[in-house]
């Protein structure tokens, strides 16, 4: 039931084109500012990802006397969106403050814990991604309030992590701890930042939000939102998944 604290990273401007006009354009993903993530853009990653990390065809033995492991899923277009959009919120915000990168995540690190190959483009992105949020300042440890604790402890049922006896009470108890506080203050401020940098998503991937806190096996607890809280009228996006921890460092930086 414990929740990990993840760090995070750089930016990725593939795939963004200068915008001028209106922001709903046929094509487009999202946008930040005056750029536009196109769906081309996300095909390409998505593509990419099934190339590179094909379905295993057979299931591999597992050790007697245990189930065998899951096959991990690729991520979904709705993952790769919040990766391009984050990034390149997180890229413009580190240019504007200059912020610096306080941790390094390597590629194979991010390989390892989704589960694909590091050649993949959507593993470097991410480790990129990672890099670079891990700069930028977060402040104080938030207290929850009673709302975001229902929340987590709600997450955490959903994703089957706090045993049926353990009542409401007592979960949020064990939850409510430096880890919690730490990602509630930077969902906060990458909130800040996605809303400073005027991002804009196609109700097809709505609500969208990348995870800055999760269970184990990556199932989200915290989530900053972008854009748009809405629900579109498409439904095969999913849950983009966690970020990975790179040792005992925590996410993100924090003020001076």
């Excluded at 046929?26 to 998505?46: C, F, K, N, Q, S």
């Amino acid at each position: 039931m414990r929740a990990r604290r993840l760090v995070a990273v750089a930016s990725v401007a593939l795939g963004l084109v200068a915008l001028s006009g209106c922001r709903a354009e046929p094509g487009v993903a999202a946008y930040v500012g005056d750029l536009r993530i196109t769906e081309d853009a996300v095909t390409e990653v998505v593509d990419d990802l099934r190339a590179k990390n094909p379905t295993p065809t057979g299931q591999p033995e597992a050790p007697e006397g245990r189930p065998p492991a899951p096959v991990p899923q690729l991520p979904g277009r709705g993952q790769v969106v919040s990766l391009l959009v984050l990034s390149e919120v997180c890229e413009r915000v580190s240019a504007d403050k200059n912020y610096q990168p306080r941790g390094q995540v390597a590629p194979e690190q991010v390989a390892q814990q989704l589960s694909l190959s590091p050649d993949t483009g959507y593993v470097r992105r991410s480790a990129e991604l990672y890099n670079c949020l891990s700069g930028v300042p977060t402040g104080a440890p938030a207290e929850p309030s009673a709302q975001e604790l229902a929340d987590v402890v709600a997450a955490g049922r959903k994703a089957g992590v706090i045993p049926a006896d353990v009542t409401d009470e007592a979960a949020a108890g064990q939850l409510d701890g430096e880890q919690l506080r730490g990602a509630l203050a930077t969902r906060k401020s990458l909130a800040e930042a996605v809303a400073a940098y005027d991002v804009t998503v196609n109700p097809r991937y709505r609500p969208l939000e990348f995870p800055v806190l999760s269970f184990s096996g990556n199932r989200p607890a915290v989530s900053v939102p972008l854009g748009e809280t809405g629900t579109g009228g498409v439904t095969d996006v999913s849950t983009p998944d966690p970020l990975p921890t790179a040792g005992p460092q925590a996410a993100g930086g924090t003020d001076s």
